[in-house]
């Protein structure tokens, strides 16, 4: 079946720091790959997405790449700023199409300045 | 983007009484709106998808008699759970698809946490 493992969290970083938060899935067929933020107070909103192995989906100075030998997609960002404190949630959508969407628990960040 | 709203965003209620979440497109038409649940140090999990006009479709597992999931407007999607019980505790999530002829992405409302005493 399809699922979504990622790092529990949370994370507290200072500003300026690197991020790496780890997603790693299981799924059958070719699924498309997401991470989700979700800012205190808002709805989730799409950061950015991978349709294919070896894709590199990109946002806001966020980068994650679709890695099928690994079956992971990693998010990962070079300096964390303040405004980036928030809940990322990695998903993916099943052979059935985007509306069956498989989330991970979802990752607190915290940065610190 | 577009705005999908949820009322009321936190709710604390009695065992046994029943509590009805509303999930609004706020600037956009949807025919199409889901329903998840996350308990806490858990996924997100697709309740069941809303259809304006028609009965919503349940995910295995889900009892549509407890929740009960009426889509009656293009901007209007709500979710009563009934009879309510401790276990029935848990953050609530409603999203909506941007309607054919737009990005096809779903958009998320704030969610909304129900505490059963």
Redesign the interface.
């Given at each position: 079946g399809n699922?979504?493992t990622q790092m529990?969290g949370p994370v507290t970083l200072s500003e300026e720091a690197f991020l790496t938060i780890n997603c790693t899935y299981t799924a059958t067929g070719y699924p498309s790959l997401f991470w989700?933020v979700?800012y205190p107070?808002?709805?989730?909103?799409?950061l950015l997405k991978a349709t294919k192995a070896d894709d590199k989906g990109s946002n806001k100075g966020f980068e994650a790449t679709y890695r099928k030998e690994t079956t992971s997609f990693h998010l990962e960002k070079g300096s964390v700023q303040v405004s980036d404190s928030a809940v990322y949630?990695c998903a993916l959508s099943g052979s059935s199409g985007?509306?069956?969407?498989?989330?991970?628990?979802?990752t607190r960040l915290t940065v610190i300045p | 983007?577009a705005v999908?709203?949820?009322h009321p965003?936190w709710v604390i209620c009695k065992s046994g009484t029943s509590v009805k979440i509303e999930c609004r497109s706020l600037d956009f038409q949807a025919t199409?709106m889901?329903w998840?649940r996350?308990f806490p140090?858990?996924?997100?999990?697709?309740m069941a998808?809303s259809n304006e006009g028609s009965k919503a479709t349940y995910e295995q597992g889900v009892e549509k008699d407890k929740f009960l999931i009426n889509h009656a407007s293009l901007t209007l999607s709500t979710l009563t759970v009934t009879s309510a019980h401790p276990e029935d505790s848990s953050f609530y999530?409603c999203?909506a698809?941007d309607p054919p002829g737009g990005s096809?992405?779903?958009?998320?409302?704030?969610?909304s946490r129900l505490t059963v005493l």
């Open positions: 699922s979504v529990e989700y979700q107070g808002e709805g989730l909103q799409l949630f985007a509306n069956n969407l498989f989330f991970g628990t979802g | 983007g999908v709203s949820q965003s199409t889901f998840y996350q140090k858990q996924s997100l999990m697709l998808t999530i999203s698809r096809g992405e779903l958009f998320f409302g704030e969610g």
